[in-house]
């Protein structure tokens, strides 16, 4: 609001689970139709303050509104099957398919097992298998997919949903430090009996982890930000253009980046909806004087260029209602 970030202090209901604070876990909304309004958001794994990885699956939802306060409500979902190992750095996306509903939970990254970890590789991260998971939330029930096509596994991609088919971009396999420049098309299909899950595998140039996608219409999406490599940030903007049997991919025009976000090592945020993207970057030496640990923007994409808005870091309207912050490497914010 004029530029200004506010953070307001929020509550869970008496009867939510415990949500501990989660740096890199998958998460994705889940609508209550096929283009519905969002109720509900989906959170898995990821890595937990005293640095064990999580295997849980959260259900996010609003439980209140009053007086502009929300109250949330947080429940843990119980998995059966073949369910996804710990990890982080992975994703998750709802298809629609036959008018059913699936998630589907693909990559990231664990802990070498307890049977092969020594003293030296005690606390190393892998790759986890490349395998595809197909969860009815319905049941609770997890199926996992071996595809031929999926031979490496992958963190830290950018995924992304229409009707019945999820697209993985980029991402970055640690098993060969390689940040392939594919794009893999996972086609789900939810018959009456058993589902049947398909992958097909498409070569392009785009090369890049930890980036963030936001959607501007029902069959554009535009991926922006994350690194190149490890040392060299990706300035450049691609646009996604899909229908039921094509997939466009063209670099568009890039934003007026700032030189302190030129200049950053690092920059971390999440998609905020309807072209929206708020990003943030760590404050250098010469601003430590002043309270921001971080400078925040907004980067809009619309019909126009896209804009790059600086989002000063406002405090909460009501003192007495405010709360410290837990201390972490990622925020991820959604609209």
């Given amino acids: 609001k004029n530029n200004e970030l506010r953070l307001r202090p929020t509550i869970f209901t008496n009867d939510s689970c415990y949500l501990p604070p989660l740096r890199h876990p998958a998460v994705c909304s889940l609508p209550a139709s096929q283009g519905g309004e969002i109720t509900k ?164 140039k785009l090369s890049f982890s930890s980036s963030i996608v936001t959607q501007t219409s029902p069959d554009e999406f535009v991926i922006v930000g994350g690194y190149g490599s490890d040392s060299q940030k990706r300035f450049s903007c691609s646009g996604i253009f899909l229908d039921d049997d094509t997939i466009d991919i063209q670099e568009i025009e890039t934003p007026e980046w700032t030189g302190e976000i030129k200049h950053s090592k690092t920059w971390f945020g999440a998609d905020m909806g309807k072209g929206a993207v708020l990003f943030g970057i760590p404050a250098d030496n010469k601003h430590q004087s002043t309270d921001c640990s971080f400078f925040f923007y907004v980067l809009i994409f619309g019909d126009s260029d896209p804009v790059v808005q600086t989002c000063s870091q406002g405090s909460t309207e009501e003192q007495e209602d405010s709360m410290p912050l837990e201390d972490s490497e990622e925020f991820t914010f959604n609209r």
Wanted: some cysteine.
């Fill in 41 to 204: 958001y989906l959170i898995h794994g990821g890595k937990t303050p005293n640095n064990e990885i999580s295997h849980k699956l959260y259900i996010m939802a609003m439980a209140s509104s009053v007086n502009r306060r929300f109250s949330l409500c947080c429940s843990e979902k119980d998995l059966e099957g073949d369910v996804p190992e710990a990890r982080y750095g992975h994703s998750m996306n709802v298809v629609f398919s036959k008018g059913k509903t699936a998630v589907v939970m693909f990559g990231g990254r664990s802990y070498v097992p307890l049977n092969q970890r020594t003293t030296e590789n005690w606390n190393n991260v892998i790759d986890c298998e490349p395998l595809v998971y197909l969860i009815d939330l319905q049941f609770g029930c997890s199926t996992s997919f071996n595809l031929r096509e999926l031979q490496d596994g992958i963190s830290f991609h950018v995924s992304l949903a229409r009707n019945d088919t999820v697209y993985i971009f980029g991402g970055h396999s640690m098993g060969n430090n390689f940040r392939p420049p594919n794009v893999y098309k996972i086609k789900v299909d939810l018959p009456l009996g058993s589902p049947a899950v398909s992958c097909t595998v498409i070569h392009n």
